[in-house]
């Protein structure tokens, strides 16, 4: 097995190695991973536009939980375990809609949009109070950006603790509230969770990979800076390609911001009429992922410059998945078991020392 000894250039500066290759294919480090960061951390479920009137509801699944999340008669965002209190059936089955009552396939027993129990029809008179304040498990749940973040754990910081001053940076953008939920595509991914994250933190690749992008955005002036639970990437969109120039006002002409937060999502914002991506790599097994690729805009009616933008970024991402699918190929090779960081990708740097650190390694 051949390793790194740690490289000095001239000045004495030392290359660091990456994480070990192992934690990108052990199924045990999967399964710590689903426990020690996934269980614990922010994870992204949805966007407000999915719930914008009183009765709307949508399902997901957060680190194998499966979440409800509501609108209630009273206009409040809640999120729940989609679980019944009665004996455990998951409760709502579509992926979206809009009910007044939730009612359980098994024995039937309804509940408000806020919640409570409504009926137990299997506990009347007398046994009735014995189940009445069984109402469905609430969990940590906060919005920012019109973006709805769950934790499923009860004890976890507050999310603006958690990711510092990302919102602070965020409001340069003053469109975001504007936005919604448009368009949402998958991809099942050959790769473990981390090697995209890994790929998505750093602009090595960029020349080579991705040529389009080159094309557009000014590489000199490419900036990579790390904060406190995320990092963020940013460029100036080159004069000669600025998209979309009808209309636009000084936010929305500054360029590109490309922002990771721990552990797992992306959030791009690119340059041209008001838009965000986001992009979540759940794992689902040790060597394959869940790539999620969302897309907000101001109106579900797409310019063909919003068009064009969403063809752009699929492009790049499209180019992206390969690269780490070849990755993970020699994750698994006896060729090597480490690799070695530039001095460009300090933001992975950044990432593997948190992983490291939730791993308790
Ligand atoms: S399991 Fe839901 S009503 Fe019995
Ligand atoms: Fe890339």
Known sequence: MATYNPVQNKTGKTFERTLTY????????YQQEMQDIFSKTWQL???????EKAGQFFTTDIAGEPIIITRGRDEVIRAFYNVCPHRATKLEKSEAGSKKIFQCGYHGWTFHLDGKLNKAPNFTGEDAHCVSDRCLRSVRMEIMESLIFVNLNDNCKPLLETYGDLFDRLKKFPFLGELKRINQKTRII???????????????HCHVAHPSFVATLDMKNYQIITCNNYSVQASMVKPDKVMGTTNLNDAEMQGGEFYWLWPNLMVTIYPGPGNMATIEMIPIDHETTLGVYTYYFRDENLSQEEKDLVAFAEQV???DVELVELEQIGFRSRAFNQGIYSSSEKAIVQFHEMVLEALGR
């Open 190 to 204: 050959k790769a473990n969770w981390k090697a995209f994250i890994d790929n998505y933190l750093e602009c090595d």
């Open 317 to 319: 991402r499209q180019e």
């Open 22 to 29: 192992d934690l990108y294919t052990d199924p045990k480090v």
């Open 45 to 51: 479920a949805g966007h407000v536009s999915q719930v």
